[in-house]
């Protein structure tokens, strides 16, 4: 299993966009095949700086998992919608595998 991390730079002046194009990887990414863990946004701190991370099963399932995301209806909405909108400045992906596993049980605060 490895995670894709997303690091997006965003217009701090179309955060909703933002909010908007995540709501719709909600539905889409999940129903293409990838384990969304979710979309995070500016909320104290920077105001450019939100992530994308989701996990697959292996580069290979990654890449057909992209393809279905490109032919998804919903998918391809949102690749318009953030072309046609601009709110996305700049973004890059990082994939990374969990080493730590098993976790042990977290002990009541």
């Known amino acids: ?3 894709c991390f997303i690091r997006y730079e965003i217009d701090p002046f179309k955060r ?3 909010a908007d194009y995540a709501r719709a990887w909600g539905q889409a990414i999940p129903r293409c095949g990838a384990d969304l863990i979710g979309y995070f946004a ?7 700086t939100a992530y994308g991370v989701y996990s697959i099963e292996s580069l290979a399932a990654y ?3 992209r393809a279905r995301l490109a032919e998804d209806p919903l998918g391809r909405e949102n ?3 953030a072309s046609r909108e601009r709110f996305i400045l700049k973004e890059e992906r990082l994939f990374l595998r969990n080493v730590s596993l098993p976790h042990g049980p977290r002990m009541p605060a």
């Open 1 to 3: 299993m490895i995670t």
């Open 16 to 18: 909703d966009r933002f």
């Open 42 to 48: 500016p909320h104290e701190g920077s105001a450019t």
């Open 63 to 65: 890449e057909a998992y």
């Open 79 to 81: 690749y318009a919608f």
